[in-house]
T-cell receptor, first 116, second 111 residues
Framework: AQTVTQSQPEMSVQEAETVTLSCTYD???????LFWYKQPPSRQMILVIR??????QNATENRFSVNFQKAAKSFSLKISDSQLGDTAMYFC?????????????FGKGMKLTVNP | DTAVSQTPKYLVTQMGNDKSIKCEQN?????MYWYKQDSKKFLKIMFS???????INETVPNRFSPKSPDKAHLNLHINSLELGDSAVYFC??????????FGPGTRLTVL
C-alpha cells in the first residue's frame, strides 16, 4: 500500500518570501503520478501542480515548482513570491498509474499562512 | 459552466436519519469518486465508479451506498447516520490517468 507523509503540520511566511513544503511517499510502484492540491478556507480542492514519475524534469507552474527525487521518494513544493492568496491547506497526493480508476492517496496536509 | 457540482453544500441532520448527497460532472469524464475529509482534514477515498461500474470500495460501512445512474452522476446515500459520519464529503472525477477534479464538498453534520 502507498503512504504519503507530510511532516510539517503548519508553516507561516511573510508575503513575497519563498517557502518549501515537504512530502515523502512510499510505494513499490514504478509508474505513478504525484500532485499538490491546495484547499483554501473556501474548502474547494484546487490542483496546484502535477508530476509524472517517468519524467525527470521537475514540473513548474508559474510561481510553483517541485523538486522530485524519485530515488529518495521525495516531492517538495516550492512557492516563490508568496502571496496572501496562497494561505491554505496544502495536500501532497499519490496516484498509481494504470486502469483509469486509481484513487488519490493523500498526506495529512500542511497549513500555510502567508502574512502581510 | 460548473465542472463538478454537489448538492447540498451543507447538510445538518439527526442521528439515525437517512440522507443523500448528489454529484454531477459535465466534463465527460468516465470515472467518479467519493472522498471523506474528517475533522482533522484528512482525506480518504471511499468509492470510485468507472462508467457506472463500482471499482473501489474502501472498507466503508455498508450504511453507505453509492449509486451511479449514468457516468455523469454519482450519488451517495447514507442510512442510519451516526455522529462519526460528520465530515466533508467530496465528489471528484477524472478521465483516464489525468488529475481529479473536485466538487465543492458537502459538509455533513450529524447531531
Amino acid at each position: 500500500a502507498q503512504t504519503v507523509t507530510q511532516s510539517q503540520p503548519e508553516m507561516s511566511v511573510q508575503e513575497a518570501e519563498t517557502v518549501t513544503l515537504s512530502c515523502t511517499y512510499d510505494t513499490s510502484e514504478n509508474n505513478y503520478y504525484l500532485f499538490w492540491y491546495k484547499q483554501p478556507p473556501s474548502r474547494q480542492m484546487i490542483l496546484v501542480i502535477r508530476q509524472e514519475a517517468y519524467k525527470q524534469q521537475n514540473a513548474t507552474e508559474n510561481r510553483f515548482s517541485v523538486n522530485f527525487q524519485k530515488a529518495a521518494k521525495s516531492f517538495s513544493l516550492k512557492i516563490s513570491d508568496s502571496q496572501l492568496g496562497d494561505t491554505a491547506m496544502y495536500f501532497c497526493a499519490f496516484m498509481k498509474h494504470g486502469g483509469g480508476s486509481e484513487k488519490l492517496v493523500f498526506g495529512k496536509g500542511m497549513k500555510l499562512t502567508v502574512n502581510p | 459552466d460548473t465542472a463538478v457540482s454537489q448538492t447540498p453544500k451543507y447538510l445538518v441532520t439527526q442521528m439515525g436519519n437517512d440522507k443523500s448527497i448528489k454529484c454531477e460532472q459535465n466534463l465527460g469524464h468516465d470515472t467518479m469518486y467519493w472522498y471523506k475529509q474528517d475533522s482533522k482534514k484528512f482525506l480518504k477515498i471511499m468509492f470510485s465508479y468507472n462508467n457506472k461500474e463500482l471499482i473501489i470500495n474502501e472498507t466503508v460501512p455498508n450504511r453507505f451506498s453509492p449509486k451511479s445512474p449514468d457516468k455523469a452522476h454519482l450519488n451517495l446515500h447514507i442510512n442510519s447516520l451516526e455522529l462519526g459520519d460528520s465530515a466533508v464529503y467530496f465528489c471528484a472525477s477524472n478521465l483516464h490517468d489525468n488529475e481529479q477534479f473536485f466538487g465543492p464538498g458537502t459538509r455533513l453534520t450529524v447531531l
